[in-house]
């Protein structure tokens, strides 16, 4: 067994350190039962690779700005950090009926702020958390700069603990005189998964939810990657709940499809999906490139009639999809692996992450999309 590393940990109990286990066990930073988020889904998460550069062999984050902009997105969505607008949200809703309640003698009641909890975080200091527990767990062997790593923020909330640090039973649905606990784990993880087969799941899901990096969402999508696993894929296709079934993500991937007529597809980001950070980078190399990326729906006929398709993700990276199968037509499609269009991305793409050269035209997107990890 691989030994865990180390573990950075900040509460709204006011802890906040780097910990071994062991510590963390010694520190009182309690785990218990009634953790709100096991039960209601209340976490948010990021998946970030370090990747070292193939020459220098130094360690560059990917697109590090891009997610922390969807931790502190995701955190504010589920109320775990203070909404800006707090104040506002009852005037912008418009709840015009309130004076109406009065008028019969039904009282509103609003919790009382001293009472809610809520992480204070700000974009510098998740960065470096981060950066110190790689150097950290690099320092203390968990694993070698060399190998690169994935970085694993997660923000939940937790039991509800009061001045003396007693705790639960508390299962309320209402989350927010819960406390909060902000933690990030980083370690070794090779690729996650390679020229999958896949299949479509036969129900659709259409949630704004999806939008974010919950951890809610991995119940419906980790129930579409067992499925796809027990039956002998690697990965589940989503689509939406449209009679089309229009194709939305896998379900820890963005997906690009490649039409015979030379066209390259993406589902919208108004539709339900998360919007990825290789997402948004595999079109920017491809427009560089020259390449046109449409962004709009992608019915499941018209999926299953492209030449080629592929993921693109953290843990994936940009990805050719093998085959997909759909048990509800009983369909089944082998992609092109050899689309001339996708193998150009896929190397483009593969050296933009390692420090490799790349085409002229994406020599700055490769600057701009790579934080070194300074290692001391
Ligand atoms: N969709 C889902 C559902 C995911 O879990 C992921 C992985 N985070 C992605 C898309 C890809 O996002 P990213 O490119 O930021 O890793």
Same mark, same amino acid.
């Given at each position: 067994m691989v030994k865990p590393g180390i573990i950075y940990h900040k509460n709204t109990r006011g802890i906040e350190g780097f910990f071994t286990e062991e510590e963390m066990a010694k520190s009182g930073i309690l785990k218990t039962p009634f953790c709100h988020a096991i039960h =209601?889904?209340?976490?948010?998460?990021?998946g970030i690779r370090a990747i070292p550069d193939?020459?220098? &062999?130094?360690l560059y984050i990917m697109t590090?700005? %891009?997610?922390?902009?969807r931790f502190m997105n995701s955190m504010e969505y589920?109320?775990?950090? &203070?909404? &800006?607008?707090?104040? %506002? @949200?009852a005037e912008d809703l418009k709840f015009s009926h309130l004076d109406e309640?009065? +008028? +019969?003698?039904? %009282?509103i009641e609003k919790p009382n702020p001293e009472t809610l909890k809520f992480l204070n975080m700000t974009e510098e200091g998740i960065s470096y958390a981060i950066m110190e527990n790689i150097r950290r767990n690099i320092r203390a062997g968990s694993y070698k700069a060399e190998d690169g790593c994935y970085i694993r923020p997660i923000a939940y909330r937790d039991d509800k603990f009061d001045e003396e640090g007693n705790h639960g039973p508390s299962l309320g649905v209402f989350s927010l005189n819960h406390d909060v606990v902000f933690e990030i784990e980083s370690f070794?993880?090779?690729? =996650?998964?390679?020229?999958p087969k896949t299949a @479509? =799941?036969?129900e659709g899901v259409d949630t704004p939810l999806r939008h974010v990096k919950a951890g809610a969402n991995y119940g419906f999508g980790g129930r579409t990657k067992n499925w796809a696993k027990i039956n002998g894929f690697d990965e589940a296709i989503l689509t939406d709940t449209a009679q089309e079934r229009n194709v939305l993500e896998g379900s820890g991937e963005?997906?690009?499809?490649?039409?015979k007529y030379g066209e390259i597809l993406t589902p919208h980001m108004s539709q339900s999906i998360l919007p990825g950070t290789k997402r948004n980078l595999v079109i920017q190399i491809a427009k560089n490139l020259g390449m046109k990326v449409t962004e709009r729906k992608i019915p499941l006929e018209e999926f299953f009639d492209a030449g080629a398709a592929a993921f693109s993700g953290t843990a994936t990276g940009f990805e050719p999809i093998s085959c997909v199968y759909d048990p509800k037509t009983n369909k089944f499609k082998v992609f092109n692996l050899k689309c001339p269009q996708m193998q150009e991305l896929v190397e483009e793409y593969k050296n933009l992450l390692t420090g490799d050269k790349v085409h002229e035209v994406n020599e700055e997107l490769q600057r701009e999309s790579r934080t070194k990890v300074a290692i001391y």
């Amino acid at each position: 067994m691989v030994k865990p590393g180390i573990i950075y940990h900040k509460n709204t109990r006011g802890i906040e350190g780097f910990f071994t286990e062991e510590e963390m066990a010694k520190s009182g930073i309690l785990k218990t039962p009634f953790c709100h988020a096991i039960h =209601y889904g209340t976490s948010v998460f990021e998946g970030i690779r370090a990747i070292p550069d193939k020459n220098t &062999k130094e360690l560059y984050i990917m697109t590090f700005d %891009k997610h922390i902009n969807r931790f502190m997105n995701s955190m504010e969505y589920l109320v775990l950090t &203070k909404p &800006k607008d707090m104040g %506002k @949200v009852a005037e912008d809703l418009k709840f015009s009926h309130l004076d109406e309640m009065l +008028r +019969r003698g039904i %009282k509103i009641e609003k919790p009382n702020p001293e009472t809610l909890k809520f992480l204070n975080m700000t974009e510098e200091g998740i960065s470096y958390a981060i950066m110190e527990n790689i150097r950290r767990n690099i320092r203390a062997g968990s694993y070698k700069a060399e190998d690169g790593c994935y970085i694993r923020p997660i923000a939940y909330r937790d039991d509800k603990f009061d001045e003396e640090g007693n705790h639960g039973p508390s299962l309320g649905v209402f989350s927010l005189n819960h406390d909060v606990v902000f933690e990030i784990e980083s370690f070794y993880w090779g690729s =996650y998964v390679d020229t999958p087969k896949t299949a @479509v =799941y036969p129900e659709g899901v259409d949630t704004p939810l999806r939008h974010v990096k919950a951890g809610a969402n991995y119940g419906f999508g980790g129930r579409t990657k067992n499925w796809a696993k027990i039956n002998g894929f690697d990965e589940a296709i989503l689509t939406d709940t449209a009679q089309e079934r229009n194709v939305l993500e896998g379900s820890g991937e963005n997906i690009f499809v490649f039409t015979k007529y030379g066209e390259i597809l993406t589902p919208h980001m108004s539709q339900s999906i998360l919007p990825g950070t290789k997402r948004n980078l595999v079109i920017q190399i491809a427009k560089n490139l020259g390449m046109k990326v449409t962004e709009r729906k992608i019915p499941l006929e018209e999926f299953f009639d492209a030449g080629a398709a592929a993921f693109s993700g953290t843990a994936t990276g940009f990805e050719p999809i093998s085959c997909v199968y759909d048990p509800k037509t009983n369909k089944f499609k082998v992609f092109n692996l050899k689309c001339p269009q996708m193998q150009e991305l896929v190397e483009e793409y593969k050296n933009l992450l390692t420090g490799d050269k790349v085409h002229e035209v994406n020599e700055e997107l490769q600057r701009e999309s790579r934080t070194k990890v300074a290692i001391y």
